[in-house]
């Protein structure tokens, strides 16, 4: 994953490298969703698209940044304070 990647550069980044990727240093191999919910609750931010992940970091408190296409993030979002949006519209620039 480049993003992940790029930010490795710059902080310390968790990834989980898929098996066509190398592993980055420092890689964290997650079995469930139990262990994911646990690395996430422990991160201090999270940045991610409109996923299933991106609730779950949520709903375990860790402030996020949602990334939205085009779905709708009024009725797609996960809810909470420390939630933030940055949609992106058909034309590719940034909406909100």
């Given at each position: 994953?480049?993003m992940?990647?790029?930010?490795a550069?710059?902080?310390?980044?968790?990834?989980?490298?898929?098996?066509?990727d190398?592993?980055?240093p420092?890689?964290v191999?997650?079995e469930d969703?139990?262990?994911?919910?646990?690395?996430l609750?422990?991160?201090?931010?999270?940045v991610?698209?409109?996923s299933g992940?991106?609730?779950l970091?949520?709903?375990v408190g860790?402030p996020?940044l949602?990334?939205?296409?085009?779905t709708?993030?009024?009725?797609?979002?996960?809810?909470?304070?420390?939630?933030?949006i940055a949609?992106?519209?058909?034309a590719?620039?940034?909406?909100?």
């Open positions: 994953c480049w992940a990647r790029g930010l550069r710059t902080m310390l980044v968790y990834w989980c490298a898929g098996r066509e190398p592993p980055l420092n890689a191999y997650i969703l139990y262990q994911l919910a646990c690395w609750a422990k991160a201090r931010l999270y991610g698209n409109d992940v991106t609730h970091a949520a709903a860790t996020v949602a990334l939205f296409g085009a709708d993030p009024g009725i797609w979002a996960p809810r909470g304070a420390h939630v933030r949609r992106w519209g058909a590719g620039g940034m909406m909100s």
